[in-house]
């Protein structure tokens, strides 16, 4: 599977950015999806998780209610809707997928987007 993330950008605190994750190459209703990101000198973080079919989800305690994942199986599209977002949702965000799982664990994910730049300015 080839993914490719798009939409970061630059945004002020309070604002919001819907991500957008294209799949290519296999079979997208096959994958589970979920979005991780990465801030300069952290480790690598769950931020949430969709099903096959989108039906169910999982996210980071931390940003429930702010973040939400969707998928389009039609479109081969995951998404990540920010809302209200803050300075420390600063990060690199990247787009994964693994055959038949719903999980957040990273090392469960075979393919990984490029990733794609948030800034949060204060």
């Known amino acids: 599977v080839q993914l490719q993330a798009s939409g970061g950008g630059l945004v002020q605190a309070g604002g919001s950015l819907r991500l957008a994750c294209a799949a290519s190459?296999?079979?997208?209703?096959?994958?589970?999806m979920a979005w991780f990101r990465q801030a300069p000198g952290k480790e690598r973080e769950s931020v949430a998780a969709?099903?096959?079919?989108?039906?169910?989800?999982r996210y980071a305690d931390s940003l429930k209610g702010r973040f939400t994942i969707s998928r389009d199986n039609a479109k081969n599209t995951v998404y990540l809707h920010m809302n209200r977002l803050k300075p420390e949702d600063t990060a690199v965000y990247y787009c994964?997928?693994?055959?038949?799982?719903?999980?957040?664990?990273?090392?469960?994910?075979?393919?990984w987007g490029q990733g794609t730049q948030v800034t949060v300015s204060s």
């Open positions: 190459g296999r079979t997208f209703s096959n994958y589970g």
């Open positions: 994964a997928a693994a055959l038949g799982l719903l999980t957040t664990t990273p090392s469960a994910y075979d393919y």
């Open positions: 969709i099903s096959l079919g989108g039906g169910s989800t």
